[in-house]
């Protein structure tokens, strides 16, 4: 889980890796969501790990993002 915030600026340029799609923050798991790849990545210590190895598999009925 993070373990700080991430700097906004930061998250309006980052992309997934995998699709170089958009990616969506959800505070409450500590992650950056991609949808279209179906990966979750980590933030640790308020750093985005941005290594598709290090990511969560997400299913398709998981929304990825606390309700």
């Given at each position: 889980?993070s ?8 998250l ?15 505070a409450?798991r500590?992650e950056?969501?991609?949808r279209q ?5 980590p ?8 290594l598709?190895d ?14």
């Amino acid at each position: 889980m993070s373990n700080g915030k991430v700097d906004p600026k930061l998250l309006e340029i980052l992309v997934c890796p995998v699709t170089k799609g958009p990616l969506e923050y959800d505070a409450a798991r500590g992650e950056l969501v991609s949808r279209q790849a179906g990966l979750a990545y980590p933030i640790r210590d308020g750093i985005p790990i941005m290594l598709p190895d290090e990511a969560r598999q997400i299913k398709a009925d998981d929304d990825g993002a606390a309700s």
